[in-house]
């Protein structure tokens, strides 16, 4: 099992939380539809779209970044999780799931993997995994923006 | 008639104190490290003074979709997916009390096998260190399962979980499971309820959680660790669900009740648990920054490593000498006098003493060599080696948890090839058993050990570098063969690395002594068997035909030189001497096939028979360093020590290996080839280093 390298594609909800204002856009976009399930359990329809630097403005407009653009020491709030190949799944278990808080508490030596903190334990992995993990950073923590 | 013996298994996160409690219980002594995927099969015993009562212990997992093969191990035994095995009758689900959230994810699916479970909290001590408080009680009600708090490491609250264990209902028991699934998969999982009950993989009791982990698309795929043997037909009923709901890999359900278990633990601890009001960076959070720093960390490493090889230098020597003179000198010396002359003194002295008295010679060192690895691994430090090193493994094409198996082959190259277990990918795990062995294990060590100190003089700084570098070489090459293996016939993506940091405990020295202890003696069985056998079949072949008397007055060594040894010898000669081998050394490496350290009873064997004058007084090492060609000239030249070096780091000379590779792998392809591989890589570096040195005029 392995997670593929970041691609340019970032989910998008349809009927949902976040990118409500995009849904004209999105339903013109090609690519496979898939079902979601929210933590509620409601189904939710989603779709494919190649980022646009629209969507790169907007993250940054909502200061949603990825777990691996998180600093050292900085923390955050998980806001979803797109890993792919099964990966996601493995994560969602090691307690990575939506509104976890999670601490990037140091890189190794060569600047990959990441190690973070997460539910009271240490769990290290490759910025490519952490890059499928889209955060709210806490501003508490004095994010740099 | 005696009603058959309860089965009880111990399961939970990996690094929870499983083995160290069936320890405690069993009163076995399995092997226990402070990282994850320690134990990578399954082992039973008898509960301590309760025969009527079966343990095992299984390998860690996180969740019941297992990611590797040791996982799928615990999955297996647990659903009762093991061919010709029922499920156990209990449970025993062991949680990392200073993890709570993340160990109490696999006790909410475990708990949903409908198996009379108790749950045990352990390492209470940490959370009371920590000032956490954890209510057992109110955990119990709302689990609905007894809830035992214990210190595995200590023996604390053990007598307790046996009278738990001891009124553990006998029948199917079912939890309350307040987990509800999303409406939309009730379809999907009311059919795979009925394929599962249909195959029988499944009863009543478990069906629903079997039906569950099938909705994982990840258990159709065939070369993944959670597959599931299903027949064809199954399979496409499964593919077909699974279809109709829209579960495909990158969309698995079980993601999204991961989440809904969370929240529920949530719930169940909110109230039973209450955290400390302050966290204090401990003394963990300190040493980790030092340890994986740029710098610092690799500093530590090398300084590690010097230092164990320093010990092994320099501690080891007052003992090894000691071992030296009662073996060698008295012990030789009363057979001699007791038996008298004769074949029978010889066989003795010469045979056995001179082979495996100086094998035992290096049980000192053996034991250094053990002791600081079970220190290694019980202070959490193999997993920041595996962080650490992750950046250089991606770019062969392993990843950084490859390296815990490399680095337990510096003790044993057998146990670190059964650890690959925990390697992902398929790809990735022959890959590392493939390299494995050319990290230095400590059958090397010996062998190390005498040339350097036979050839590199006094100076002590310049054996541990010599040593250091043997070391490095052999992981070097390990990184460059992984390197061409995964580029050519072993060719897979770069696989994921998602691995857990244990937090960093100070190793307890009685439990390290004792797996020390336990290594070690694998190095004194050896030495009594398999090297006992080898050192008289040496000798056999050195002492017979019996050279005349009149051919001994002509000159010296003819004895060796006429013996079968020596005409074998002669048959080798031709294809190791551009190696700079005499043919005693090719004998030596020759015999290593069985075992490495056969070479050091080789070596003993041909100048203990080679010696027509009797004295005894000379050490093994004083014996190579004075070693002659018949033309005068040294044999062993520092040239002739670093090729002879370069050949036993790369050599594959170990049938254990080939054995347990041929298991772990399943053909003898495998095995074949690793022995190929490194046998001819073993000559051709040897030749280089000895015919490039002589062309630096080195020799
Ligand atoms: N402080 C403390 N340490 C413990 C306790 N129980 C076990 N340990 C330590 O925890 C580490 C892991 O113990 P193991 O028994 O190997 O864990 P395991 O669950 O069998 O691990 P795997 O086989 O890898 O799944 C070791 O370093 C033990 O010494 C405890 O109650 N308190
Ligand atoms: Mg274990």
Redesign the pocket.
């Known amino acids: 099992m392995r997670c593929d390298v970041p691609c340019p594609v970032r989910a998008c909800w349809v009927a949902g939380m976040r990118t409500r204002r995009n849904r004209s856009a999105v339903a013109g976009e090609c690519g496979p539809k898939r079902m979601l399930y929210r933590p509620d359990g409601v189904a939710i329809e989603y779709q494919e779209k190649p980022m646009t630097k629209m969507n790169a403005a907007e993250n940054s407009g909502d200061r949603i970044l990825t777990l691996d653009q998180l600093e050292v020491g900085c923390c955050g709030t998980i806001e979803n999780v797109a890993a792919r190949n099964g990966c996601g799944q493995f994560l969602a278990e090691m307690g990575l799931t939506n509104g976890a808080r999670v601490t990037v508490s140091g890189t190794a030596p060569l600047g990959d993997p990441i190690e973070v903190s997460v539910r009271g334990y240490r769990l290290s992995l490759r910025r490519s995994e952490a890059s499928t993990i889209r955060v709210l950073p806490s501003p508490a923590q004095g994010l740099a923006t | 008639m005696a009603a058959p013996p309860r089965r009880i298994a111990l399961i939970?996160n990996?690094?929870?104190?499983?083995?160290?409690?069936f320890n405690r219980l069993t009163g076995q002594r399995r092997k226990?490290?402070?990282?994850?995927?320690?134990?990578v099969d399954r082992s039973e015993g008898t509960l301590r003074g309760r025969n009527g009562v079966r343990l095992f212990?299984l390998?860690?997992c996180y969740s019941l979709t297992p990611r590797s093969l040791d996982q799928r191990i615990a999955r297996d035994t647990l659903l009762g997916w093991n061919r010709d095995e029922v499920r156990p009758d209990a449970l025993v689900v062991?949680i990392d009390a200073s993890n709570l959230e993340r160990n109490l994810f696999l006790a909410t699916q475990l708990l949903e096998l409908g198996l009379p479970t108790v749950v045990v909290c352990?390492?209470?001590?940490?959370l009371r260190k920590r000032g956490d408080r954890l209510d057992t009680a109110e955990l119990s009600a709302r689990l609905g399962a007894p809830v035992v708090a214990?210190?595995?490491?200590?023996g604390e609250g053990i007598d307790e979980l046996c009278s738990v264990l001891d009124a553990l209902p006998s029948a199917a028991v079912c939890h309350s499971s307040p987990l509800g699934v999303p409406e939309e998969l009730n379809d999907a999982l009311a059919d795979i309820r009925e394929l599962v009950m249909e195959q029988g993989l499944a009863n009543a009791s478990n069906a629903t959680l079997a039906a569950k982990l099938l909705l994982s698309p990840s258990v159709l795929v065939k070369d993944d660790a959670s597959h599931v043997e299903l027949s064809d037909d199954d399979a496409e009923r499964l593919r077909a669900i699974h279809r109709r709901h829209h579960i495909d890999a990158d969309n698995s359900p079980l993601t999204v009740l991961a989440e809904r278990r969370y929240a529920w633990i949530g719930q169940w601890l909110d109230g039973a648990f209450t955290r400390a009001e302050v966290h204090v960076p401990g003394a963990s959070e300190r040493i980790d920054g030092l340890l994986t720093h740029r710098v610092w960390g690799v500093a530590a490493f090398a300084g590690v490593m010097f230092l164990m090889l320093t010990a092994i230098f320099s501690w080891a020597t007052p003992l090894m000498d000691g071992i030296d003179w009662l073996i060698n000198q008295k012990l030789a010396g009363i057979v001699a006098t007791v038996i008298g002359q004769g074949i029978l003194s010889d066989l003795l002295v010469d045979g056995v003493i001179a082979g495996v008295g100086n094998v035992v010679v290096f049980f000192p060192q053996i034991c250094i060599l053990f002791l600081f690895i079970s220190l290694l691994e019980?202070s959490g430090y193999m997993a920041r080696v595996a962080y650490v090193m992750d950046g250089l493994m991606s770019r062969v094409g392993l990843h950084g948890k490859s390296f815990i198996p490399m680095l337990s082959s510096f003790a044993c190259a057998v146990p670190a090839i059964m650890a690959t277990r925990t390697i992902e990918d398929r790809r990735d795990r022959l890959t590392t058993i493939l390299v494995a062995p050319l990290m230095s294990c400590s059958a090397r060590l010996p062998v190390y050990i005498i040339i350097i100190s036979a050839v590199f003089g006094a100076n002590p700084w310049l054996k541990v570098g010599i040593m250091m570098a043997m070391y490095l070489l052999g992981t070097v090459t390990a990184l460059l063969v992984a390197l061409v293996l995964k580029r050519t016939i072993l060719k897979g993506p770069t696989p994921t690395f998602i691995l857990e940091l244990p937090p960093y405990?100070l190793p307890?020295l009685g439990?390290s002594i004792q797996s020390m202890w336990s290594r070690s003696r694998v190095f004194l069985t050896e030495a009594g068997t398999i090297i006992l056998a080898m050192s008289v079949v040496l000798w056999a072949l050195a002492y017979f035909p019996r050279a005349s008397a009149a051919d001994i007055e002509a000159g010296s060594g003819v004895q060796l030189r006429q013996s079968y040894m020596g005409r074998i010898g002669r048959v080798i000669e031709p294809v190791i001497e551009p190696l700079g081998f005499d043919w005693k050394i090719g004998v030596g490496l020759a015999s290593s096939f069985a075992a490495r350290e056969v070479f050091i009873a080789t070596m003993g064997v041909v100048y203990g028979v080679g010696d027509e004058v009797d004295e005894k007084s000379a050490t093994l090492r004083e014996e190579v360093a004075s070693a002659k060609w018949p033309d005068g000239r040294k044999v062993f030249t520092p040239l002739v020590g670093v090729s002879l070096m370069v050949f036993y780091v790369l050599a594959c000379q170990c049938m254990s290996t080939i054995a347990v590779v041929r298991k772990e792998t399943g053909n003898w392809g495998w095995p074949v080839f690793m022995f190929t591989y490194m046998t001819v890589l073993a000559y051709v570096a040897s030749l280089v280093v000895y015919q490039g040195g002589r062309l630096l005029g080195l020799a």
Do not use: C, E, H
């Not at chain 2, 990996?14 to 409690?21: A, C, D, E």
């Not at chain 2, 226990?32 to 134990?39: H, L, M």
């Not at chain 2, 352990?122 to 940490?126: E, G, I, K, R, S």
């Open positions: 939970g990996p690094n929870s104190g499983k083995t160290t409690l226990v490290a402070n990282y994850a995927g320690v134990t212990d390998p860690g062991i352990n390492m209470a001590d940490v214990t210190v595995a490491s200590s019980d405990r307890r439990p």
